[in-house]
Nanobody
Framework: MFSCRRLGGGLVQAGGSLRLSCAAS????????IGWFRQAPGKEHEGVSC????????FYGNSVKGRFTISSDNVKNTVYLQMNDVKPEDTAVYYC????????????????????????WGKGTLVTVSS
């Protein structure tokens, strides 16, 4: 259902930029949300950002607000995560996930509910930020 690609390389220096993409296919939901989550070594999954297909509303976790930007190309069913001013603590495996219940993805990104409430997951991609 998902392919998750990393644009720009997985190793980046602190202060640099990186762009991730997530292409979704094989689903027929009229409305859905796609979110980005990450898991740093030895830590739980953390919500990063999500975007709703219905109106393009975006949501961000507190640790990335002002630095990361999520966007989408609905024709290509692809979601992008532009990561600017990256920090070593951004090092993690990044996953994209989709659910037809927009609220589920939003609440999982914001930490209101557990991340695994989101139904569909892509393969992760490793992002390493060096100091």
């Amino acid at each position: 259902m998902f392919s998750c690609r990393r644009l720009g390389g997985g190793l980046v220096q602190a202060g640099g930029s990186l762009r991730l993409s997530c292409a979704a296919s094989g689903f027929t939901f009229d409305d859905y949300a796609i979110g980005w989550f990450r898991q740093a070594p030895g830590k739980e999954h953390e919500g990063v950002s999500c975007i709703a297909s219905s109106d393009g509303s975006t949501f961000y976790g507190n640790s990335v607000k002002g630095r990361f930007t999520i966007s989408s190309d609905n024709v290509k069913n692809t979601v992008y995560l532009q990561m600017n001013d990256v920090k070593p603590e951004d090092t993690a495996v990044y996953y994209c996930a989709l659910d037809s219940h927009i609220g589920t993805v939003v609440n999982a990104v914001l930490g209101v509910i557990k991340w695994d409430a989101v139904n569909y997951w892509g393969k992760g991609t490793l992002v390493t930020v060096s100091s």
